[in-house]
């Protein structure tokens, strides 16, 4: 028990300490890597659903506006409550959406850490503060996200009740000669 609460706060610590790095960097830090990109992200309140063009049901969506504008399926893979309120939950995503007019998908993983008043079972109550890290999955974008790599970083505005982002977009020079290395990564 120990242990897990050990690589818990360890995790929960370097999560917080790259989001940091990341939301803080200057535009051409991130811009090395890609083009910067910001925006907000909502609760879906109807317009996403959670049946996705593809037939996947996923857990529950997200809608983003700003620079990506669209939605975010969410598929989660584990969750665990820890010691004091901390939760921890991963899995994949994808996005239906659009950037600069270009329409497509991709795919991403994403690890979200959070503090709560309460986490037991997997009920959580009085979310105090969160974030996550969305590195998106190579190869997986497709028409105008062909190509696309990445990463998305939200930080929770706990009263405000949404979750602001930012992160990076790189194309290839060349989309249509990308070929995917991880397909049976984003393949159900």
């Given at each position: 028990?120990?242990?897990?609460?050990?690589?818990?706060?360890?995790?929960?610590?370097?999560?917080?300490?790259?989001?940091?790095?990341?939301?803080?960097?200057?535009?051409?830090?991130?811009?090395?890597?890609?083009?910067?990109?910001?925006?907000?992200?909502?609760?879906?309140?109807?317009?996403?659903?959670?049946?996705?063009?593809?037939?996947?049901?996923?857990?529950?969506?997200?809608?983003?506006?700003?620079?990506?504008?669209?939605?975010?399926?969410?598929?989660?893979?584990?969750?665990?409550?820890?010691?004091?309120?901390?939760?921890?939950?991963?899995?994949?995503?994808?996005?239906?959406?659009?950037?600069?007019?270009?329409?497509?998908?991709?795919?991403?993983?994403?690890?979200?850490?959070?503090?709560?008043?309460?986490?037991?079972?997997?009920?959580?109550?009085?979310?105090?503060?969160?974030?996550?890290?969305?590195?998106?999955?190579?190869?997986?974008?497709?028409?105008?996200?062909k190509g696309v790599s990445g990463r998305l970083v939200f930080i929770d505005d706990v009263e405000a009740g949404n979750f602001p982002y930012a992160g990076n977009l790189a194309f290839p020079a060349d989309a249509e000669e990308v070929e995917s290395e991880h397909?049976?990564?984003?393949?159900?």
């Amino acid at each position: 028990m120990k242990r897990r609460l050990t690589l818990l706060v360890i995790t929960m610590l370097a999560v917080v300490a790259l989001t940091s790095v990341v939301l803080t960097a200057p535009a051409p830090v991130l811009a090395e890597d890609g083009t910067q990109i910001m925006g907000l992200g909502e609760v879906d309140d109807g317009d996403c659903g959670t049946a996705t063009p593809f037939g996947q049901e996923a857990d529950f969506s997200n809608k983003l506006s700003g620079d990506l504008t669209g939605c975010l399926y969410v598929f989660v893979d584990s969750f665990e409550c820890g010691p004091e309120g901390f939760y921890v939950e991963t899995g994949v995503e994808t996005f239906v959406g659009e950037y600069n007019g270009e329409s497509g998908t991709f795919w991403t993983t994403y690890v979200f850490i959070a503090k709560f008043e309460s986490c037991t079972d997997g009920v959580l109550e009085g979310q105090i503060s969160g974030g996550c890290y969305h590195p998106i999955i190579p190869g997986s974008g497709t028409e105008g996200f062909k190509g696309v790599s990445g990463r998305l970083v939200f930080i929770d505005d706990v009263e405000a009740g949404n979750f602001p982002y930012a992160g990076n977009l790189a194309f290839p020079a060349d989309a249509e000669e990308v070929e995917s290395e991880h397909a049976e990564d984003i393949e159900e």
